[in-house]
């Protein structure tokens, strides 16, 4: 069974950084995809960023050239790097996978990590 750990939130100033961790296990593929969603209370949750097996990555257009994803194959694990933070990046962020490629669309994806909140303040 896919389980997915998100962490690495917290609170940082605007213009800090954080860098969010999401554990993967249990792929009984090597063909899949991992991407970062956020969510604020009220609205929909929108995908930020995806990364798939053979590397290739997508952004939206509210977060490219300040965020980056990345991993670590001997961990198991997808990175989001999140610079110049804004306070509007304020969310809970979420981490997903399926098999397949990477996409930005929620529906996507069938398993999903818990919340870790990201509050920048101005």
């Known amino acids: 069974d896919v389980q997915l750990q998100a962490s690495g939130g917290g609170l940082v100033q605007a213009g800090g950084s954080l860098r969010l961790n999401c554990a993967a296990s249990?792929?009984?593929?090597?063909?899949?995809?991992i991407a970062w969603f956020r969510q604020v209370r009220g609205k929909e949750r929108e995908g930020i960023s995806c990364l798939s097996s053979d590397g290739r990555t997508m952004y939206d257009n509210s977060v490219k050239g300040r965020f980056t994803i990345s991993s670590d194959t001997a961990k198991n694990t997808v990175y989001l790097h999140m610079n110049s933070l804004k306070p509007e990046d304020t969310a809970v962020y979420y981490c997903?996978?399926?098999?397949?490629?990477?996409?930005?669309?929620?529906?996507?994806?069938?398993?999903w990590g818990q919340g870790t909140q990201v509050t920048v303040s101005s």
């Open positions: 249990g792929f009984g593929s090597d063909d899949y995809a």
């Open positions: 997903a996978a399926d098999l397949g490629r990477c996409s930005l669309w929620s529906r996507t994806y069938s398993w």
